[in-house]
């Protein structure tokens, strides 16, 4: 996707969908992806790209060992 916008409004409608389908385990996961989407958002109001998992990740879990930045 270009933009975070449209993930959003991409995982809305799968969950719809999944819905629909009674798939509670894509509904789960589509759910917890948009809302971490959509704090990611938040916290970077300017920024509209549509952020990699590991992103997200980090963004939730800055001490964690893969999302440390080691300056030289």
């Known amino acids: 996707m270009k933009s975070i916008d449209e993930h959003i ?3 809305e409608t799968e969950i ?7 798939d509670e385990g894509k509904v789960r996961h589509l759910e917890g992806e ?3 989407l959509k ?3 938040e916290h970077h109001p300017g920024d509209n790209h549509d ?3 590991l992103e997200m990740f980090c963004e939730n879990n800055p001490d964690s060992p893969e999302c440390r ?4």
């Not at 719809?16 to 009674?22: H, N, R, S, V």
């Open 9 to 11: 409004a991409k995982d």
């Open 34 to 36: 948009l809302q971490d």
């Open 16 to 22: 719809l969908t999944a819905k629909a389908q009674g």
């Open 39 to 41: 704090v990611f958002k």
């Open 69 to 72: 930045i080691y300056e030289e």
């Open 51 to 53: 952020p990699t998992s």
